[in-house]
């Protein structure tokens, strides 16, 4: 269904959540919606609001949020990803959609909320605002006074508003979005992000007055029990989340 010269990442997240679902992979992303459902309590007519950021380039942010809104959608919750990388966004690819109109028009008041709200097809009740082009100055933008407004509307809209965002030791982005939710998750890549690294992480958002929810522990190895048998990750706590 979904061809272009992304197939492999479009048929990995289609074949993980949709398609061939991993069992394991499909009760870690369910455990992580449930998480948070219970971190952010519930209130009429107010759309919860995640953002996911990380320390580091290709930690993969984008794989755990775009996963993420699919577990949420699927639950039959109106949901709506936020792409808020303006300087390398890629969750259009995952759905191969197109980034001409999105964030950055918003926001710079080029376009309408209307004019840059796709649907994802194939996926029921999930919407894609995608970056928009690429503009010269992300971070001034994601600080602006459109941003408020934008979410605004979008909680009268959705249950659910995830955030993609860039990597926060990197690039501010993220700084100037995280007290603009109800909750940041951090994702940590297995064998890739260094403690220290999370720890920067997690202080720079601290600075930012950001509540964090927890770490997302991505590309986790599934353990193997003495029967040499693969069982499911479990977490012990919403500090402890791990995803495949
Ligand atoms: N759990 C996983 N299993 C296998 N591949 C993964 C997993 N998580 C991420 N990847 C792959 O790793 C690459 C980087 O992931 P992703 O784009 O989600 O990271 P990111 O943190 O959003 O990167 P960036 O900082 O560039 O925005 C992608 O090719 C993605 O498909
Ligand atoms: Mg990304």
Redesign the pocket.
Known sequence: MFFNKNA??IN??FD?IIKKPLFR?VEAYKALRTNIMFSIPAEENRARKVL?T?A???????????NTAITFAQADMRVVIVDA?L????THKYFNMSAKKGLSGILSGQNTLEECLQTVPGVENLYLIASGILPPNPSELLSGKYVDRLFQKLEEMFDVIIV????VT?VSDALSLCNRVDGVLV?A??NKTSYPELQEAIKNLEFADAKILGVVF???KARVSTRGKKYNDYYSSKEDLQ??
Do not use: E, Q
């Open positions: 492999d990442i990995r997240t993980t992979v996911f990380s580091n380039p290709g930690d993969g942010k984008t794989t755990v949020s775009v990388d300087r390398k966004p890629t993609d965002t860039p990597p990197v994702v890549s297995n991505n590309r986790a995803l495949n």
